[in-house]
Structure formats: C-alpha cells, structure tokens
C-alpha cells in the first residue's frame, strides 16, 4: 500500500461516512443512545450602513427582512436532510433563530448576526440543522436586499457550541 493510499483509508476511518472501502454511505445510528441534543451556529452579514438602516426601520420592498429571515431559518433546519445528502432526517424538538444588528464602527462594517438554537432527543446532533439555518436565514437577507446593495457578504459561520451525544460538549474558542 502506497503512503498516499495509507494516508487516504486513515482518512476515511476518521471520517463517518466513509467505509472501509472509502465508499460515501450514511452513518448507522441505530444502536446510540437518544439523549438531549442541542447545537448553536452564528454568522453574519455585512452591509452598507444604508442596507441595515433600511433593514431596521421596516421599509424593504419586499417586507420584514428579520421575520422572513427567522422563518426561513426554521424551514431551513427542518430540511437539512434533504439538503445534505448523508444527513438523517430529525424530529426536532425546537429550533430558534436571533438576530442582533449592528451599526458600522471604525473597527467594522455594519452587519446582521445570526444565531440559531436547534435542539432534538435523538440518537444523533443536530449542527447540520444548526449551520444550514444560519446558512438559510443570512441568503434570505441577501434575497430581501439585494435591490439595495449586491457587495453584502456572509462571513464566520461556525458551529458555536453543541452539547449532548458520546462526543459530550464542544463550545468553539
């Protein structure tokens, strides 16, 4: 076996969903435990300080960006399965979205910051649905804007913390 060859199947075995051959394949949960499940992501968008104010005072043309946002976030975690294709469909228990504005500084541009809470008892997390409703609700801020500045940009979205599961806590530096 070549090291490259070595390299990859150690890869591989690190890599849920991947098998011993490094076929893709869907990660058998069915003999973890359910336990409480709980994961955080945040990211954000920059903007002109124009777009936020517009954003903030309730007059897009297209309606309340935050609102429309927050509800698109929602639908966004209840169809992460059938978005990324190895994920397991869950029955989540909640999923919450914020949104904090902030106006433009010295030190940065204005920018909307997203974060949503998704929760489950299952026998698997739920940072895909976490990650893929910041994803969904920041692109609908994009769609709600773009009339008013195309340069927004969608910046460090991370999985912020996770609890539960054989893994235990993770809470990002």
Request: glycine share 8%; net charge neutral; aromatic share 2%.
């Amino acid at each position: 076996m070549s090291v490259r060859n070595k390299h990859d199947s150690e890869a591989h075995q690190a890599l849920t969903h991947f098998d011993a051959e490094g076929q893709a394949h869907m990660v058998d949960v069915a003999g973890k435990a359910s336990t409480h499940r709980i994961a955080v992501a945040g990211g954000r968008i920059e903007m002109l300080p124009a777009t936020l104010a517009i954003i903030k005072s309730g007059t897009a043309k297209k309606g309340d960006v935050l609102g429309i946002a927050r509800i698109a976030g929602i639908q966004a975690a209840k169809k992460t399965s059938d978005l990324i294709p190895l994920c397991h469909p869950l029955a989540l228990t909640r999923v919450a979205i914020e949104f904090v504005t902030a106006h433009a500084t010295a030190t940065g541009a204005s920018h909307v910051f997203c974060t949503a809470t998704v929760e489950t008892v299952g026998p698997t997390g739920v940072e895909m649905e976490a990650l893929t409703a910041v994803q969904v609700a920041l692109l609908t801020i994009y769609d709600m804007c773009k009339a008013a500045d195309r340069g927004m940009t969608m910046t460090d979205v991370k999985l912020m913390e996770k609890h539960g599961g054989k893994s235990g806590s993770f809470v990002a530096p």
